[in-house]
């Protein structure tokens, strides 16, 4: 670290620059899933599995009764499985197609899904549901993996497609063939399931042995399936460019919304990817991440100093995102008031802090109006108000 002298010396003269306002940093929770509900779920859990319905996509919708009638979800609220539906108990028809990737870095497996969900109630429905990924060894037998967490979907009427990832998933050797399943919860408990696929290792192309259990029958002849439309998808690159290396931005949150709504995380090389899109949607893509708290490391006196120095005209002065960051009160100029916050920062302070420990994307979000390609190399930059000086955060 540098010398402090300058510093003390330069805030005891300028102390009477500080403004008196409070910010407060609001901590936003990243991740696609909503955490469990808190009542006990050991009834929904796999293995065992409970009593289900597998769906036929093109079938009427029967009407259950259901066992133990209680509150239907409210939008936001934390869903309650098993609840008491609308008062028809209306099912869902549709089907559910998956995508494989391998990563070989780490050999694991990026699997998408893309459930396109027909809603033929005549109105608007919240329900709770899941996805669930499942392996096999012979293609007909399959064992529990990993699944989201339950949470409220809103089911337009008519056709709906939603979108789940299981991102860096680890995938057994014993198992060949895989298959998902997005599983509803508001007519006691039904499920339906994508077609058996084989695991993308490298060098293996099998073939299922047989119709997976619980796999949709074929539709009665004479009644057509509902068929998916084409899939375009939208990637990039989160990096942070207040570092000349451009390091990449793990766990940044970007949310999708338009024809589809859906959040994804960006990896450790700062990689994003929403998969299995609607062909001719349109789409915007916003990034968030969560803001530092104050005293995390990385911001520090070095950053401080340095930016004490770009307001008295000393050195060689910031540029670029740097310039951009030292500037925590938004006011177009490096001041006392960005130097005294990025000081109350470093030393846990909350208040007179402005925005030092942010984020700033750029650009703040990219919309897509109608896309029928592929989106590729759709990267954001970022970097956090205070950090200005390496060490950086990034």
Do not use: W
């Amino acid at each position: 670290m540098k010398p402090l002298s300058l510093l003390i010396v330069r805030s005891a003269i300028l102390a009477g620059f500080i403004l008196a306002s409070d910010f407060a940093i609001t901590l936003a929770q990243t991740g696609q899933h909503k955490p469990l509900p808190t009542a006990p779920l050991e009834q929904y859990d796999d293995p065992p599995a409970p009593s289900i319905i597998s769906v036929n996509p093109a079938a009427p919708s029967p009407t259950p009764t259901p066992t133990s009638p209680s509150p239907s979800p409210s939008p936001g609220g934390t869903p309650t499985p098993g609840g008491t539906p609308s008062p028809t108990c209306c099912m869902f028809t549709g089907t559910v197609s998956t995508t494989c990737q391998y990563n070989a870095a780490s050999n694991t497996f990026d699997i998408n899904v893309s459930a396109l969900i027909n809603n033929p109630c005549g109105q608007t429905q919240v329900q709770p549901a899941n996805f669930y990924l499942e392996g096999s060894a012979d293609g007909t037998n399959f064992e529990f993996i990993v699944r989201t967490s339950i949470e409220n979907y809103t089911f337009q009427p008519g056709q709906n497609n939603f979108n789940a990832s299981f991102l860096n998933q680890i995938i057994p050797d014993q198992y060949v063939f895989y298959r998902a399943r997005m599983q509803f919860y508001n007519c006691g408990i039904y499920l339906i399931y994508a077609p058996a696929a084989p695991v993308c290792r490298p060098g293996a192309t099998p073939s299922p042995g047989g119709t997976p259990t619980g796999t949709p029958t074929p539709p009665p002849a004479g009644t057509p399936s509902p068929t998916p439309p084409l899939t375009v998808s939208i990637s990039g690159i989160v990096s942070y460019c207040s570092n000349p290396s451009q390091g990449p931005v793990p766990l940044a949150t970007l949310n999708l919304t338009g024809t589809v709504t859906a959040s994804t995380s960006s990896d450790g090389s700062g990689n994003y990817l929403f998969a299995s899109l609607p062909s001719g949607g349109s789409y915007t893509v916003t990034p968030t991440k969560v803001a530092l708290a104050p005293g995390t490391t990385g911001i520090d006196t070095v950053d401080v100093i340095a930016i004490q120095r770009q307001f008295l005209v000393l050195g060689t002065p910031l540029s670029g995102c740097r310039l951009n960051a030292a500037d925590v009160d938004l006011n177009t100029a490096i001041n006392t008031v960005d130097v005294i916050g990025v000081q109350r920062f470093f030393l846990g302070l909350t208040t007179g802090i402005s925005n030092t420990g942010k984020y700033q994307f750029n650009p703040i979000n990219r919309t897509y109006p109608g896309i029928v390609t592929n989106q590729t190399s759709q990267n954001y930059a970022t970097f956090i108000f205070g950090d200005v000086a390496m060490p950086f955060v990034h």
